[in-house]
């Protein structure tokens, strides 16, 4: 994959998974902060145990998470296509564990923005920060 391609779909899931966030903040519920929690601590167990493809599974399983909690079967569609293909595309890099730690931190923030149905905390740190990779 091209680096302008995988821009593109870095700047599409950006745009297209803060919009589901935002739907699925409307069903927010335990079973959702819990599912959510539960992901970044084996996002930690994989950083921290050296497991990069662990950590890629868990990390699309994530953002799975709460576009499941969008009503919009389209909308989640096209983003479990892009997560997948940015995945497959993450795969093929050698990680750093110093960015993925970071990353995590955006996770905990992702995490506590649904706890809180903070829109603009979910702009921030989902649409604004996270996957502004480039």
């Not at 335990?30 to 599912?35: F, V, Y």
């Not at 970044?40 to 921290?48: F, P, R, T, Y």
Request: charged fraction near 30%; aromatic fraction near 12%.
């Amino acid at each position: 994959m091209n680096r302008q391609l995988i821009e593109n779909k870095y700047r599409e899931v950006s745009n297209l998974s803060f919009k589901a966030a935002s739907l699925a903040l409307d069903n927010c519920d335990e079973a959702l902060i819990n599912e959510l929690t539960f992901g970044v601590l084996g996002m930690d167990l994989s950083i921290n145990n050296g497991r990069y493809p662990l950590y890629l599974k868990q990390k699309e399983k994530f953002h799975h998470t709460y576009t499941n909690y969008c009503i919009d079967e389209e909308l989640k569609s096209k983003i479990h296509n892009l997560l997948k293909d940015i995945c497959d595309y993450e795969a093929s890099l050698d990680p750093d564990f110093e960015v993925l730690k970071r990353e995590n931190f955006f996770h905990r923030m992702i995490t506590k923005s649904f706890k809180e149905k903070d829109v603009n905390s979910l702009k921030k740190y989902l649409h604004e920060t996270y996957w502004n990779k480039f």
